[in-house]
């Protein structure tokens, strides 16, 4: 972890590329049945093995992605949040994710590193536009969502690597909106 590149930063958080050694992290946290209770579930090895390679190749298509946070003070991985293009509909979609393991949750990491991943979304990278789909049922993640300025959209099902999600609630924040909450705030 600690030669990973620094891609930003927040006042408690350093928010990492992730090099392969992801692997061991991403295996621990998605065969985690809290962790994993609204993303899909205990995932299979072979889902597992996906994401990483998921997780990592929109970083060389793109120069951005999901991040590993680190807690600045403690030097411990506490989660991970980024962006991700995917296609979504035959549309492709900026999607944001984020994960906070359980002894970190909380304490607003999961907010303030999704706060700069906007940031960088909008201002660095220019995008237009970004999604999220939480569970229906997540509130925390709806919570944060919300927090961020991401705005209800509708109800929706998808197929996500390999993976059935149903009653997904999608979430999404223009750069407009982003940059008239930025200048409210
Ligand atoms: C959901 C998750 C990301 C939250 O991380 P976190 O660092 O604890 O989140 P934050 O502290 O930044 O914010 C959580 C917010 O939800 C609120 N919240 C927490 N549990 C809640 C609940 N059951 N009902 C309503 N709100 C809730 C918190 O009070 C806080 O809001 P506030 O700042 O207004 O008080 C973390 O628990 C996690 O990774 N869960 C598993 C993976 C996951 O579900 N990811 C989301 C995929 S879309």
Known sequence: ???ATPFAETARLLLLRPTPEIRDTLFRWLKDPELTRYVGGVRDDDKIVRTVEFVLQSWETVGFGKCILIDKLSAQVVGMAGVTPLEFEKTRVNDLGYLVDAP????????????E?????FERHKLERVT???DARNAASIRIAQKLGLQFVRELNLTYLGMKFEGQHL????RAQWLAKTARD
Do not use: D, F, R
Not at 104 to 115: F, H, I, P, Q
Not at 117 to 121: D, F, G, I, N, P
Not at 171 to 174: I, L, M
């Open 1 to 3: 972890m600690a030669k």
């Open 104 to 115: 970190y949750a909380g304490k607003g990491y999961a907010t303030e590193a999704c706060l």
């Open 117 to 121: 991943v906007l940031k960088q979304a």
């Open 132 to 134: 999220a789909w939480p």
């Open 171 to 174: 979430y999404e924040v223009t």
